[in-house]
């Protein structure tokens, strides 16, 4: 038999075996036990009890050894994963299958030490809804309270909870509940229980409970720590990831070196401005990255290293392929944190070429316009860039300079120029105006640019009212030989408003036929006399005082143009 059968040597099988026979003896002893002798059926019946203490002895030991079978799963389960919720479910599962449980809850201490259910888990292995969750809370204050289990056969019967609502009302019957502690501290509890039947759980189910407890209470302080450390490294993580960005968006070029002079580490704005972006820099030797600075570097990190201070405002203008000639300022410190006997030093490289550019756009205009113009483009930051707008220009020439430049010295006749046009300049610069070019003995101006004056058209007459005037007081001042006057024209009209020219060389200028107009008239002008066009006239006819309108006809134009000659202000003006 046991060779047809291979279970027959198993623990099991035997088991049943003995389990078998003891029921046939005690049959057998029922039905013929009186005509048997005595001795014999004293000795069966003592067979049939040592049978039972052995069915009872393995029967016990099957339930030991299948408590260890399930603390070996939940081991294993506990080892398996740092996610607490995969682990603890699969806790509850193994609890509720091996005592015959209806329900199983695992409840945790929140932060404000109350204790929420974190687990609830029926006999299908499911996750219980919250109405779902009606547990005596008299059993688990009791448990939190002394951190002491509570087996309950029928707890609609004990005497320690007969009196309770939450008994009475949820028809709750076997209870079992046990502390989860960690270090002698309670962090929450396991409870399960079952509302049909009653003393299903025993002293068996009670101590397997408590040891899951405290494998239960090391997988949650894994967890935890898992979940800490986890945090910490996203945080981490989160920071390094920030200072990168800090680091990139720096618009300064940064670089570190080491004892060797080898750069540690560089951020993109070090690579766009010595390499144009199209190479990394880490791993060179600084000397070869900076070959326009290599006579004075080596002294400079040699001073930084032994005295531990910083070098600032170092400029250069060397020649780089991408940019051509740029100007960086150099800055070179320790790096502050580091190894003090590492002697590693930051290099920060600012590129002012673009801020140098401004700087001179800025005294070009500060040659051109008032300083109070000057600061109305601070502030308000007006665009440059081209647009149509209504300008007055203004052409002042000085007459017969050329026949007057063939008879002086070219020094002498520097010094007179400068003085004739010195004088042109500080007028339109008092009136607020643009100083557009020179052209030989001429100068050109305009106002209403580049910021709007709603007078600009008064401000170009008195502009050149005062130049003649000036012009008069000079003449006072020089020799008879070197009186000059100008001839002015003025007019008002549309022109293009921008800054033009390259990267090298830009000016901020007017163009278009109102520009040339102006200069037609001023053409037109004899010494000392200043022309005004009819259109400009007509914006301040009221103020000014004029000659009767005449035509002229100037270069460029198919019809005569309507002038008038300026002789001064009204009263009222």
């Known amino acids: 038999m046991d060779q047809e059968n291979p279970q027959s040597n198993s623990i099991v099988y ?13 049959g057998n002893l029922l039905d013929f036990g009186h005509r048997l002798p005595s001795d014999t059926r004293e000795y069966l019946e003592e067979l ?41 479910c699969a806790v509850m599962d193994t609890i509720v299958n091996m005592t015959g449980a209806e329900r199983g809850f695992l409840m945790l201490r929140d932060d404000h030490g109350k204790m929420s259910i974190h687990i609830a ?5 499911e996750t219980l809804e ?29 005497p320690r909870f007969i009196n309770q609502n939450s008994i009475i009302t949820h028809n709750l019957r076997s209870i079992l509940c046990v502390p989860i502690q960690l270090r002698e501290e309670l962090i929450g509890v396991i409870y399960i229980d079952n509302r049909i039947r009653s003393g299903i759980f025993h002293k068996t189910h009670l101590d397997l409970l408590v040891t899951i407890a405290d494998q239960a209470a090391v997988a949650i302080e894994n967890a935890r720590l898992f979940a800490s450390i986890h945090q910490s490294l996203t945080e981490v993580t989160s920071m390094k990831n920030l200072m ?5 968006s720096i618009t300064s070029g940064v670089i570190t070196i080491n004892e060797q002079d080898t750069i ?19 791993g060179q030797q600084i000397f070869s990255v900076m070959p326009w600075m290599v006579s004075d570097l080596s002294k400079y990190l040699t001073f930084v290293r032994n005295t531990d201070r910083q070098i600032v405002g170092l400029e250069y203008t060397p020649i780089l392929p991408e940019f051509g000639m740029v100007t960086l300022n150099i800055n070179i410190s320790p790096l502050k944190g580091s190894n003090p006997n590492k002697k590693e030093i930051t290099i920060v490289i600012e590129d002012l070429t673009e801020k140098k550019r401004l700087e001179a756009h800025r005294r070009l205009f500060e040659r051109m316009v008032s300083p109070a113009v000057i600061e109305e483009l601070a502030q308000n930051q007006i665009s440059l860039s081209g647009k149509r707008t209504f ?5 002042a020439d000085i007459r017969d300079f050329t026949k007057f430049s063939e008879e002086q010295k070219p020094e002498l006749l520097v010094e007179v120029l400068n003085r004739y046009l010195g004088l042109a300049i500080e007028a339109v610069l008092n009136h607020e105006g643009t100083v557009d070019k020179f052209q030989g003995d001429a100068v050109m101006a305009f106002f209403n640019a580049p910021i709007p004056q709603p007078d600009h058209v008064l401000r170009a007459v008195n502009t050149a009212l005062d130049i003649r005037k000036s012009m008069t007081a000079l003449q006072k001042e020089l020799p008879p030989e070197f009186y000059l006057s100008f001839g002015i024209g003025i007019h008002y009209g ?19 036929d109102s520009v040339n107009t102006a200069k037609r008239l001023q053409e037109k002008a004899a010494a000392g006399q200043i022309l005004i066009s009819s259109s400009a006239r007509a914006q301040i006819s009221n103020l000014i005082n004029t000659t009767t309108a005449s035509s002229i006809l100037v270069k460029g134009k198919t019809d005569p143009i309507e002038v008038y000659e300026l002789v001064g202000l009204k009263s009222n003006a």
């Open 494 to 512: 549309e022109a293009v408003l921008g800054l033009i020219g390259t990267e090298k060389r830009m000016e901020y200028t007017a163009i278009g």
């Open 48 to 88: 049939s009890e040592v049978l039972s203490y052995i069915t009872h002895e393995i029967t016990d030991h099957e339930i030991e050894h299948n408590n260890l079978l399930a603390l070996s799963g939940i081991g294993k389960t506990i080892n398996s994963s740092l996610h607490l919720d995969e682990v603890l």
């Open 244 to 248: 990168d960005d800090v680091f990139a």
């Open 121 to 125: 888990r029926n006999w299908e292995k």
């Open 391 to 395: 300008i007055t220009t203004l052409f």
């Open 14 to 26: 035997k088991y049943l075996r003995l389990e078998e026979l003891s029921d046939q003896i005690q």
């Open 264 to 282: 540690t580490m560089n951020n993109h704005a070090a690579e766009v401005i010595l390499r144009g972006g199209k190479g990394s820099l880490t």
């Open 130 to 158: 919250e109405r779902e969750f009606a547990l005596s809370q008299t059993v688990v204050n009791h448990v939190t309270n002394e951190c002491q289990p509570v087996l309950t056969t029928n707890a609609q019967q004990d």
